[in-house]
């Protein structure tokens, strides 16, 4: 077990410097011609603690051929929340699906609170038309802005991190209704028995230019036993592929 | 058509085994069988509107507290019943606070009143309870409330010198502490933080961190904006100590000055079964675990 530990620790840490060096080698990286995809969605939540807010998210995404993605996403909510995020997808296709390893780097800053929160999460994922199962681990690292005491900060070593997404139309069609299971968006990081459920639809409307939408629920105390709603975030946006 | 007849089969027992497991509250993944935060809290304010909340008296600038949790009451009472027969003969404790979970499945209180009557029944000692999620599953709530009241409060100790330590009582037993009740905790602590004052001791049964999240079952706890906003609310008004069960396992943290101490389980069937005595006086509390 002690083991286990260790290795979880150092691929922790070996996540990060992926997300890095991958970065220093996409220019080298000669691909052809590299789809840009940048979208914006305007965001509505409900939850106890921070009442309704507002926001707004930006995201991009840049493809090499089928074999890397790097994404990179922010938001920032009226709540005085602000998340970012950038991840690295090595992909490689196989006839019924491909599979993905996505390294993740992720900071949200509850600026209400004046804590924030920092994630390093590695998982591998297989995607088919209709299905997409993603199962990874995340690390997170928790503190206090106004401090810079070490005691002030507190690791999460190890969380479990989900996604299981079904597709009605799948990937290719010009319009789509999905939905699933996860505990984790680009925007934030539940903890691994806090769920989100979430159904959402996106249309093609041309081939630079789509819409899509979302809503994401979020029950409290499902593995107490005594589940109730929590709160529910709607995002409503476009994507543009250049 | 034998396809459909074995689906019906299958969906009858997934329904038998769901109704007939009378430890997990198995509907409760979907839906709680007992009433909300919200509306418990609104339970609670009004009892504690016709109800002047609690002066202890200590007899001694320093005093002992007595804390237990998880005690999971399903055949035998026999730690819990150590447990209150040892604060009973403690002088110097005037209060003993229980962190949630007396029972475990469909058992009711009968069995805790008894246990309890030693307490309830004393004009010296003083023990006081918070909720867990065991408590209100299979619609009990209404039970724990016929015996206990009040799922949040305050309450103070007072020295002979007049220094005033401020306890609340925060309900999570549903892992959600609800919009009324964060409204009422922020007024409470900024107003405690307001006055003066010793420390600021908070209990409650759902713990904040997951430290080692794999190993730890399936026990539920905050979502994260909760989280956040307790934490910052906590650190603000500098608390004390925050008491916490749930985890059935030992764990201190400092976090943002505060220092969080969740407890091992008291369970008979537990292996390790354990309390805690807090010794509290004017410059710390100085808290031992001991065993069962």
Known sequence: ?242 | MKLHFSRYIAAALLLFVIASCNKHDLPGLLVSSSDGPDKRFQQSEAYNASHSPLEIRAADENYRLYLFADVHVQNSTKNLDDIVRIFHSDRTSPVCLFLGDFISGKRGFSQIRESLKPVMESAVDTILCTPGNHDIQFGQWNEYASIFKTSCYTFAVVTPSGWKDIYICMDSASGKVGRRQMEWLRRTLYEAYGTLHRHIILFTHTNFFKTDALKQGLQGNYNMEETYDLLGLFSDCEVGVVFTGHKHRREEITYGGVRYVTLDSSDDEAETAYYAIADISRSEIKINHIKL
């Open chain 1, 1 to 242: 077990m002690r083991k286990l530990r260790l290795l979880i620790h150092c691929l922790m840490k070996k996540i990060l410097f992926t997300v890095v060096l991958v970065l220093c080698l996409v220019p080298r990286m000669r691909a052809e011609r590299p789809d840009i995809k940048v979208g914006a969605n305007v965001v509505g939540s409900y939850n106890p603690a921070w009442g309704f807010n507002t926001g707004l998210d930006l995201d991009g995404r840049l493809s090499l051929q089928d074999t890397l993605d790097i994404s990179f996403s922010f938001e920032g909510m009226t709540a005085n929340v602000w998340s970012f995020s950038l991840t690295a997808r090595p992909k490689v296709k196989f006839r019924p699906g491909t599979l993905y390893v996505d390294a993740t780097a992720f900071v949200r800053l509850v600026a209400r609170d004046h804590l924030y929160d920092f994630i390093v999460a590695g998982s591998a994922g297989w995607k088919m038309k209709y299905c997409d199962f993603q199962l990874g681990i995340f690390s997170r690292t928790s503190g206090y802005m106004r401090s810079s005491l070490p005691e002030d900060a507190l690791r999460e070593p190890t969380n479990l991190l989900y996604r299981l997404q079904f597709n009605i139309f799948g990937d290719e069609a010009q319009w789509d209704i999905l939905g699933g299971v996860k505990n984790f968006t680009e925007y934030e990081y539940e903890r691994m028995r806090s769920p989100i459920f979430y159904l959402g639809g996106r249309y093609e409307y041309n081939e630079r230019l789509g819409f899509k939408a979302e809503i994401d629920i979020k029950p409290s105390g499902m593995f107490n036993m005594t589940a109730g709603f929590f709160g529910i975030t709607g995002r409503l946006g476009a994507t543009y592929t250049f």
